[in-house]
């Protein structure tokens, strides 16, 4: 059996959660709604705020997708009772992160600045200069996000210049060897 997918999902208070049919999960909270397609292979049920997943059969298409099912569901009602978020850092001379009304401007050391419209359902806070704060419900659409800016100058590996994760741990390599 799916350790994962065996596991119950307690339903938070504030937390609507309806399995429409098909297998439709919708989950509404204070941070907004969520809904996702779960398999219709796997049986979703609720009963008294705790929800549960089950699979047909152990074929191995329906024990992977058992975990998945489970996961996806427990992530989405995460999302609409807390929300999700990334923190990004800015290392280098001159590169710096800035907000103007709904468009993310950074300075990373090209020609011209890059502007990133905040996509729908998706918050970015600039606490300063050099910090990106990446806020949503859906960890999925937080994460993509967040990866894009990132990838604009990821940072390299002699001196550590670009964007990066916070807490990110870049492998630093020796430059030339002077004589």
Do not use: C, W
């Not at 609720?46 to 997708?65: A, F, W």
Request: zero cysteines; glycine letters at 12%; aromatic letters at 4%.
């Amino acid at each position: 059996m799916s350790r994962i997918g065996q596991k119950p999902i307690n339903i938070p208070s504030g937390v609507e959660v309806k399995v429409l049919k098909n297998n439709l999960v919708e989950v509404k909270g204070p941070k907004g709604t969520l809904s996702e397609q779960i398999s219709p292979d796997m049986s979703v049920t609720i009963e008294d705020g705790v929800i549960t997943v089950e699979r047909p059969s152990e074929n191995k298409r329906h024990k992977s997708l058992h975990g998945l099912s489970r996961t996806l569901i427990a992530n989405m009602i995460e999302g609409v009772s807390e929300g999700y978020s990334k923190t990004l850092e800015i290392e280098g001379t001159g590169y710096r992160a800035q907000k103007q009304g709904k468009k993310l401007v950074l300075n990373l050391g090209f020609s011209h600045p890059i502007e990133l419209e905040d996509p729908e359902g998706i918050e970015v806070e600039v606490p300063d200069a050099n910090k990106i704060i990446v806020k949503g419900a859906n960890k999925q659409q937080v994460g993509n996000y967040a990866a894009v800016i990132r990838a604009l100058r990821k940072p390299e590996p002699y001196k550590g210049k670009g964007v990066r994760y916070a807490g990110e741990h870049i492998r630093r390599k020796v430059g030339k060897a002077g004589k």
